[in-house]
């Protein structure tokens, strides 16, 4: 376990209470991926160009790096190339910032090809800009040309670029199959449901509880980076329940779109659960939810979102009432639970059912025959039968999604013209 010392700086006519949430979040992400925090250095003032904080601040930073015996220093600020150099040479040790963290608890808890591609593809994207300045920087007295940089930075920019668009390839790919996955189970008569929220809300908690399974459930951040899947029925509608990658403040746009395919369960959803911590201050719990809603803004198809609040059991009736009144506009119809005490799942189930796709209904009428019977088959194992008489003929009424309604209003003509035929 390293000994890593978190540094923030913030500007001057920045909100305190915002400030120690952002700093909060970094010690949570270092201790996610197993480092211990051993000292902090916050600095007010605007951006540095040399090395973001201040000369003072980086003495003092060098200072508590050997008092400390620390290994690593992590920004909450965004470096670029040339300040990354700066601050590694004046502290001698390992500097990474907030994005580069995420990006290694990512490459630790990646498995499958898909995931490891993903996170290949966000450290492609975090480290094309700073490709030409971390060149320049390393080779300094091996500029071939006169007066030019030389052919060392077009050749590694060039190399990222391949790279990434390989890359973009494979996984366009894959994001292809799921689409027809998506088409494929809605033929069969599921509906998509997915978890999302911010990271540690209890989404994986609450997954457990839906489907009656164990998931991987530990207090730390991005416990789950690979989507998982199971099905889940409720009033006799079958859906797919999926459990996804948790959010977080400014997670930029390229992360985002590395990560689209995981995503994609979030995204291509009929159903959101957006999920939120009910127990944590209101400020907090509507700063989440707005890092939510700014991540689907312009990704969702026609998904219908609802709010979910959980670990109610945390806190009092009238603490409940009173973060309601708080976060207001941010979450419409939410519905207050517990995922780990099993409360208020009931009333949270059937909201789910109520925000599904609108089934179709039809009465059809079938020739008693063997293929009139494998017609009912199907019917049974795609919609919801609330009723069937056999007799001369089988008269049926269902209820299914439209493309099922479809195909057994074909397959009712074509049985009973084949039957009058014969």
Same mark, same amino acid.
């Given at each position: 376990m390293?000994? @890593?010392?978190?540094?923030q700086?913030? %500007?001057?006519?920045?909100?305190?209470?915002?400030?120690?949430i952002?700093f909060?979040? *970094?010690e949570?992400? &270092?201790?996610?991926?197993?480092y211990?925090v051993?000292?902090?250095?916050i +600095?007010?003032?605007f951006?540095? /160009?040399k090395? +973001?904080?201040?000369?003072g601040?980086v003495?003092?930073l060098i200072a508590?790096?050997?008092?400390k015996?620390?290994?690593?220093?992590?920004f909450y600020?965004? !470096?670029?190339?040339t300040?990354?150099?700066?601050?590694s040479?004046?502290?001698q040790?390992?500097?990474?910032?907030k994005f580069?963290?995420?990006?290694?608890i990512? &490459?630790?808890?990646?498995?499958?090809n898909?995931?490891?591609?993903q996170?290949? !593809?966000?450290?492609l994207r975090y480290e094309?800009p700073k490709a030409?300045?971390?060149v =320049?920087?390393l080779?300094?007295?091996?500029r071939?040309g006169?007066?030019?940089?030389g052919?060392?930075?077009?050749s590694?920019?060039q190399?990222?670029?391949k790279?990434?668009s390989?890359?973009n390839k494979?996984?366009?790919?894959?994001?292809?199959?799921?689409?027809a996955?998506?088409?494929?189970?809605?033929?069969k008569g599921?509906?998509?449901?997915?978890?999302?929220?911010?990271?540690?809300?209890?989404?994986?908690t609450?997954?457990?509880? !839906?489907?009656?399974e %164990?998931?991987?459930?530990e207090n730390?951040l991005?416990?789950?980076l690979?989507?998982?899947t199971r $099905?889940?029925t409720?009033?006799?509608?079958r859906m797919l329940l999926t459990?996804t990658?948790?959010?977080i403040e400014d !997670?930029?746009h390229?992360m985002?779109?590395?990560?689209? $395919?995981t995503?994609e369960?979030v995204?291509?959803a009929?159903v959101i659960?957006?999920v939120?911590?009910?127990?944590?201050?209101?400020?907090l719990i509507?700063k989440?939810?707005?890092?939510c809603?700014?991540i689907f803004?312009e990704?969702?198809?026609?998904a $219908?979102?609802i709010? @979910?609040?959980?670990? &109610?059991d945390?806190?009092?009736e009238? +603490?409940?009432?009173m973060?309601?009144?708080q976060?207001?506009?941010?979450?419409p119809?939410?519905v207050v639970? $517990?995922a780990k005490? =099993?409360?208020?799942?009931?009333?949270?189930k059937?909201?789910?059912? +109520?925000?599904l796709?609108?089934?179709?209904?039809? /009465?059809l009428?079938?020739p008693m025959?063997?293929?009139?019977m494998?017609?009912?088959?199907?019917?049974?194992?795609?919609g *919801?039968?609330?009723?069937i008489?056999y007799? %001369?003929?089988?008269v049926?009424?269902?209820?299914?999604r439209?493309?099922?309604?479809?195909?057994a209003?074909s397959?009712e003509?074509?049985?009973?013209? =084949?039957?009058?035929?014969?």
């Amino acid at each position: 376990m390293k000994n @890593v010392i978190l540094v923030q700086r913030r %500007d001057p006519r920045s909100d305190d209470e915002d400030n120690q949430i952002k700093f909060l979040e *970094l010690e949570e992400l &270092a201790r996610s991926n197993d480092y211990r925090v051993v000292g902090e250095v916050i +600095q007010y003032r605007f951006p540095d /160009r040399k090395c +973001q904080i201040g000369q003072g601040k980086v003495e003092e930073l060098i200072a508590l790096i050997r008092e400390k015996a620390a290994e690593k220093v992590i920004f909450y600020n965004q !470096l670029n190339s040339t300040q990354i150099y700066n601050i590694s040479e004046a502290c001698q040790c390992e500097v990474i910032d907030k994005f580069q963290l995420i990006l290694e608890i990512f &490459a630790t808890r990646a498995t499958t090809n898909r995931s490891k591609l993903q996170v290949e !593809l966000a450290q492609l994207r975090y480290e094309l800009p700073k490709a030409r300045m971390l060149v =320049s920087l390393l080779k300094k007295e091996e500029r071939p040309g006169f007066m030019g940089l030389g052919g060392y930075e077009d050749s590694y920019e060039q190399d990222i670029k391949k790279r990434i668009s390989r890359i973009n390839k494979e996984l366009g790919a894959s994001l292809r199959d799921d689409e027809a996955l998506r088409t494929f189970r809605h033929e069969k008569g599921f509906s998509l449901v997915a978890l999302a929220g911010y990271t540690n809300a209890g989404k994986s908690t609450l997954f457990r509880t !839906l489907v009656h399974e %164990d998931v991987p459930v530990e207090n730390m951040l991005f416990t789950t980076l690979l989507p998982t899947t199971r $099905s889940l029925t409720i009033n006799k509608r079958r859906m797919l329940l999926t459990d996804t990658v948790g959010f977080i403040e400014d !997670l930029p746009h390229w992360m985002v779109d590395a990560f689209r $395919s995981t995503l994609e369960g979030v995204f291509l959803a009929d159903v959101i659960l957006l999920v939120a911590d009910i127990s944590e201050p209101a400020p907090l719990i509507r700063k989440k939810l707005a890092v939510c809603h700014d991540i689907f803004w312009e990704q969702l198809e026609n998904a $219908s979102i609802i709010t @979910v609040l959980n670990k &109610a059991d945390r806190i009092s009736e009238e +603490q409940v009432q009173m973060r309601l009144d708080q976060i207001g506009y941010l979450a419409p119809n939410p519905v207050v639970i $517990s995922a780990k005490a =099993s409360f208020g799942i009931d009333t949270l189930k059937e909201t789910i059912f +109520q925000k599904l796709p609108i089934w179709e209904y039809l /009465r059809l009428s079938l020739p008693m025959s063997e293929e009139g019977m494998s017609v009912v088959s199907w019917l049974f194992d795609e919609g *919801l039968v609330h009723n069937i008489d056999y007799g %001369d003929t089988i008269v049926m009424d269902i209820e299914a999604r439209h493309e099922i309604i479809s195909r057994a209003e074909s397959l009712e003509q074509e049985l009973w013209d =084949s039957s009058s035929s014969l």
